[in-house]
């Protein structure tokens, strides 16, 4: 947020990806049919990113699955997919020799910014897409908590703040 409020754009995207791993682990650690990676990760041991996304794969099997039973079609799409799609696009931000370099350097100008960029719209870009962000983490803590205090608790807690979200980019749309 810091990065954010500062002006400044491909810059956070390091700190993006470590929110956006931590969240896709404890979506994993949270699992209740996950005992494995939980005794690793309390062990010091390190899990990768992929490993997580295996564990979401079997979360996402098992509730379309239940949904099946339940006779509700699912409308959202592949979750470990849109998480790997996530984690190339703040990877390429997190190292230097990547296509987000070129959204800094303005070689007509023989430029490069340095500190807030000059552009509002990438600003409002990188803003907007660390919302969405910020709300992965919002429903991946909440669900966490539900499986602890009870489903309620995601209705009480987690849809409100969601729902403000949604009033937020309703009344001040960053993009179209």
Do not use: C
């Amino acid at each position: 947020m810091h990065d954010l409020r500062g002006g400044f754009t491909s810059e956070a995207f390091g700190t993006l990806r470590a929110l956006h791993e931590a969240s896709q682990l404890l979506s994993a650690l949270s699992f209740h049919e996950e005992e494995d990676v939980v005794r690793r990760w309390l062990a010091g041991e390190f899990i990768r990113p992929r490993e997580a996304r295996d564990v979401q794969s079997h979360k996402q099997d098992l509730a379309l699955q239940r949904m099946a039973e339940a006779g509700v079609e699912p409308d959202v799409g592949d979750v470990v997919t849109l998480s790997r799609q996530i984690y190339s696009v703040l990877s390429e931000g997190s190292h230097h020799q990547r296509s987000v370099m070129a959204e800094s350097m303005a070689p007509e100008l023989r430029r490069f910014a340095y500190g807030p960029h000059p552009d509002a719209s990438n600003r409002a870009i990188h803003v907007e897409y660390a919302g969405e962000l910020l709300e992965e983490v919002i429903i991946v803590v909440g669900d966490a908590f539900a499986d602890i205090l009870g489903r309620g608790f995601y209705a009480q807690r987690v849809r409100p703040l969601q729902e403000a979200l949604e009033r937020i980019r309703e009344e001040a749309p960053l993009s179209d």
